[in-house]
């Protein structure tokens, strides 16, 4: 090693929450430098770090590109953060106390005009103070001095809780050699409380409006105007995590579109590795890959389509989840749209997959784009049939109402709440109240109750009792096992309970005597020993001999 650099060991990459990877730094008159230790590049697979190249894990840095560098201490020892002249803030942990001395002599030597700041931590543990931006981060400052940072690039949503209060949402890790189980706890979410007003300047009509009946307004002028400062907090947020108006060359944009789960129209802008739903009060940022899976189905009154998007982590409206997206479509809409392919170089890769021009029904084209965005299978309505041919068949889970549909794999129920069951997680099926009579005939619904394999059980109730022979083909049809409503551990088939005639009354019958109750023990025969006396010797109201017994009580 010359003597016009320096290296350290075991040092870590803290640029990226989450990330654990160590390699070595070393700083030069061209720059500083960091490699992954052979090993720990399978870290770094799926992450975006600008200058870093995840092949080789090697990390560089240009002399010209250094824009400030400061020292303080972090949870690994000592940390090293690195400001870049266009905003981005690398950050290298795992110094000790004594590198500090060498680091600094070392700066001081290879970067002219640049010296090795001490940035001090705030820790009296007050929650209030300042905030501060200051490229891609934001630091909460207590009295001066900077108590925590808030990278916006991890930023996913922000919004307006009330009329003072600001919530930020954050993503999960990104990096796909993370390992999710056993990992420590993670921050979600976090609310600034932000009180008072300020002022922003705005922009008078030529025509005067605002001002006087006296007055004649010439032309544009200026006006202060004075808004909530959490509102002002608010759009910063917005601007600095690129999470407001669409900013850059997207694929295409799809705007008003109603969304039943969450409830709403929003406008949709995909790009080459997410997606932006933007709504009146919330805006979401979803990287294509937290989508799982996508399903394309048809409502029962065959005039709308649903298409239903699954997402790992869920999306969030303050202490609510929408692990599924919900979007209905007319199913006789057409559009003709066409595709931005040379938005970027990564969405050149998409050519394969999508057309350019489209010209058909607009819930057809969404789930195209989104199947060739995400690169996730796309599954449609199955060869399941109802008793009036339509896909799925009503029902209600609790108190929602909804639609069941039995696919290739599984059951998805939808609109809200949505869930999807999958074949393999079910252990048995269980056909209640088929059979069952009220006081004005046989009941017209019966209820289908899943048991599952080591989760908690679903029943759906509110059935069309004409639809439970098309199900029971279903199960027969898949292998999924099913279960007597007397006994659940005897297999019975219900087909033909929806006649009339006295075959059903014998399969009743049957479904009693394969579960050991056929009331032959139940019959009742007349007990020549018993006698019926009464325990009381005090005349009842009425018997016959009532009102003498009244009567020579009152006497």
């Known amino acids: 090693m010359s003597d016009s650099r320096v290296q350290f060991s075991d040092i870590y990459l803290a640029t990226e929450p989450y990330i654990k990877c160590v390699g070595q730094v070393r700083i030069g008159a061209s720059g500083i430098g960091w490699k992954a230790a052979e090993g720990e590049t399978e870290a770094l697979k799926g992450?975006?770090?600008?200058?870093?190249?995840?092949?080789?894990?090697?990390?560089?840095?240009?002399?010209?590109?250094?824009?400030?560098?400061?020292?303080q201490r972090v949870a690994r020892g000592y940390g090293l953060r690195i400001h870049t002249k266009n905003g981005t803030l690398h950050k290298l942990d795992g110094f000790t106390a004594d590198d500090y001395e060498t680091l600094r002599d070392a700066i001081k030597q290879l970067f002219h005009g640049l010296t090795l700041e001490v940035r001090d931590i705030s820790i009296k543990g007050w929650n209030w103070g300042k905030t501060d931006f200051e490229g891609t981060h934001m630091s909460f400052r207590v009295d001066n001095r900077p108590m925590f940072d808030l990278p916006m690039a991890c930023v996913s949503n922000t919004n307006l809780a009330n009329k003072n209060e600001?919530?930020?949402?954050?993503?999960?890790?990104?990096?796909?050699?993370?390992?999710?189980?056993?990992?420590?706890?993670?921050?979600?979410?976090?609310?600034?409380?932000?009180?008072?007003?300020?002022?922003?300047?705005?922009?008078?009509?030529?025509?005067?409006?605002?001002k006087s009946n006296n007055e004649e307004g010439d032309g544009n002028e200026e006006e202060e105007e004075e808004v909530s400062a959490a509102s002002v907090f608010h759009d910063t947020i917005k601007d600095?995590?690129?999470?407001?108006?669409?900013?850059?060359?997207?694929?295409?944009?799809?705007?008003?579109?109603?969304?039943?789960?969450?409830?709403?129209?929003?406008?949709?802008?995909?790009?080459?590795?997410f997606l932006r739903l933007r709504g009146k009060t919330y805006d979401y940022k979803i990287p294509y890959d937290n989508i799982q899976r996508m399903f394309l189905v048809s409502k029962p009154d065959e005039l709308h389509m649903m298409f239903v998007?699954?997402?790992?982590p869920p999306i969030r409206q303050g202490?609510?989840?929408?692990?599924?997206?919900?979007?209905?479509?007319?199913?006789?809409?057409?559009?003709?749209?066409?595709?931005?392919?040379?938005?970027?170089?990564?969405?050149?890769?998409?050519?394969?997959?999508?057309?350019?021009?489209?010209?058909?029904?607009?819930?057809?084209?969404?789930?195209?784009?989104?199947?060739?965005?995400?690169?996730?299978?796309?599954?449609?309505?199955?060869?399941?049939?109802?008793?009036h041919g339509a896909q799925g068949i009503k029902a209600s889970l609790k108190?929602?109402?909804?639609?069941?549909?039995?696919?290739?794999?599984?059951?998805?129920?939808?609109?809200?709440?949505?869930?999807?069951?999958?074949?393999?997680d079910i252990a048995s099926i269980v056909f209640s109240r088929v059979g069952a009579s009220s006081a004005t005939g046989k009941m017209r619904?019966?209820?289908?109750?899943?048991?599952?394999?080591g989760s908690q059980d679903y029943q759906f109730s509110s059935i069309n009792r004409e639809e439970h022979a098309s199900l029971e083909d279903y199960m027969e049809e898949h292998g999924i096992k099913m279960l007597s409503e007397l006994n659940e551990t005897t297999a019975v088939s219900y087909k033909g309970m929806d006649?009339?005639?006295?075959?059903?009354?014998?399969?009743?019958?049957?479904?009693?005597?394969?579960?050991?109750?056929?009331?032959?023990?139940?019959?009742?025969?007349?007990?020549?020993?018993?006698?019926?006396?009464?325990?009381?010797?005090v005349p009842e109201e009425f018997d016959d001999k009532y009102e003498s017994s009244a009567g020579s009580d009152a006497e």
């Open 445 to 453: 619904t019966f209820d289908l109750k899943f048991n599952m394999h």
């Open 240 to 273: 600095r995590a690129d999470l407001g108006q669409v900013s850059g060359d997207s694929i295409v944009q799809f705007p008003e579109i109603l969304c039943l789960t969450p409830r709403g129209r929003y406008s949709i802008d995909m790009f080459s590795h």
């Open 319 to 387: 202490q609510t989840r929408y692990p599924y997206l919900v979007l209905q479509f007319v199913r006789d809409e057409e559009v003709a749209i066409d595709l931005n392919l040379e938005a970027d170089e990564s969405a050149q890769r998409l050519e394969g997959k999508l057309r350019t021009h489209y010209d058909e029904p607009l819930y057809r084209i969404v789930a195209n784009v989104f199947k060739g965005v995400t690169d996730k299978r796309l599954t449609e309505g199955g060869s399941f049939r109802a008793y």
């Open 166 to 210: 600001v919530s930020l949402e954050f993503q999960g890790p990104r990096g796909k050699g993370v390992k999710r189980k056993g990992a420590p706890d993670e921050l979600v979410e976090i609310r600034f409380y932000v009180p008072g007003t300020t002022t922003t300047p705005g922009t008078i009509a030529g025509n005067g409006a605002k």
């Open 309 to 312: 998007v699954g997402l790992n």
């Open 47 to 71: 992450l975006t770090i600008p200058n870093l190249v995840v092949n080789s894990g090697m990390l560089a840095l240009q002399r010209d590109d250094l824009r400030r560098l400061q020292w």
């Open 399 to 424: 108190a929602n109402e909804g639609t069941l549909y039995p696919l290739d794999k599984g059951f998805l129920f939808a609109p809200k709440p949505t869930h999807y069951i999958a074949h393999t």
């Open 499 to 537: 006649n009339d005639s006295d075959g059903g009354v014998s399969k009743v019958a049957g479904a009693f005597n394969a579960a050991g109750l056929d009331g032959s023990e139940d019959e009742s025969s007349e007990d020549e020993d018993f006698v019926a006396e009464s325990d009381s010797d």
